[in-house]
């Protein structure tokens, strides 16, 4: 497996929806190609980063608003 | 290769009942969907317009639209993934109109190369966010993403932050499957290669 090969199979490695023979030869080319390693492991972090820590929080003003239309629009369905 | 599903086995998803009880006009029903859900709208309509005024509009447009077009929701995909598709259509929308002399597609900017190549093959520091402070870490996160083409970042944004399925992204955006894994690819290359400027060690005794 080359460099270029690995990153072909990134995605799917992350999604899990790899092959196991693929898998074994992402495993071999990553112990034996310590860029790619890099590259696997950091880009691992960057989605657990930003999964874990939540950047856009709506505000308790917004979220009384957003009730009070809800509930006209209901309302007013009726 | 997905298992065959035999039919009967799939568990039912609690806002299928919820969705019913709405439908059958009750508000209260439909006031915990909109519960449920308000977070994760707010965040991909922020995520996609970069602007909170904004992303409160369609946030409160998505649940309004999704109120009147209750009876068109055919059950065939998630009631959320329904939400979302409806957030992110009227995200891309309001973002088309910001930028009046630039048209917003999902298919833009992915001409680009940037990012798909890794360059930087720093190590990160073990748990490197916690050299900052979580508002400094938030900002950090904030700008990184920000700098990313908008059609990248709503792949990421769904895929990654909101843990959609592949299928699902692919759904909610009207884009392939393969073409959502290569925005993913390139928008998590990038991501990461942005990240490394913060989270990477010092790189000692190498040659400038
Ligand atoms: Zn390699």
Redesign the interface.
Known sequence: MTCTDFLAQLTDYFDGQISPELLEEVREHTSSCHHCEVVLDTTSKTISVYRDNEIYEVSPEFRDRLHLAIMAKCTAAK | MPAIQSPGTEEIHPDVALVARAKD?D?AA??QL?RQY??QI??VA??ITQN?ED??DI??DA??KA?EKLEQFQGNSKFSTWLVRIAVNESLMRLRKRKTSKTVSMDEDVQTEEGS??RD????RPN??QNFN?AE??EI??KT?QGLPPGFRTV?TLR??E?LS?EETAEALGLSVPAV??R??RA??Q??ER??RY?GKKKEGLPA
Do not use: C, M
């Not at chain 2, 093959?121 to 990160?124: R, S, V």
């Open positions: 006009g508000t439909f006031e909109v308000e977070r707010f965040r922020q995520h909170r992303a409160e946030t409160q649940f309004l109120y190549i890794p093959f720093a190590e990160w490197p966010e979580q870490l938030a996160l904030r993403i990421f990654d932050i843990n592949t894994k290569s993913l690819l998590r290359l991501l990461r990240l490394s989270f």
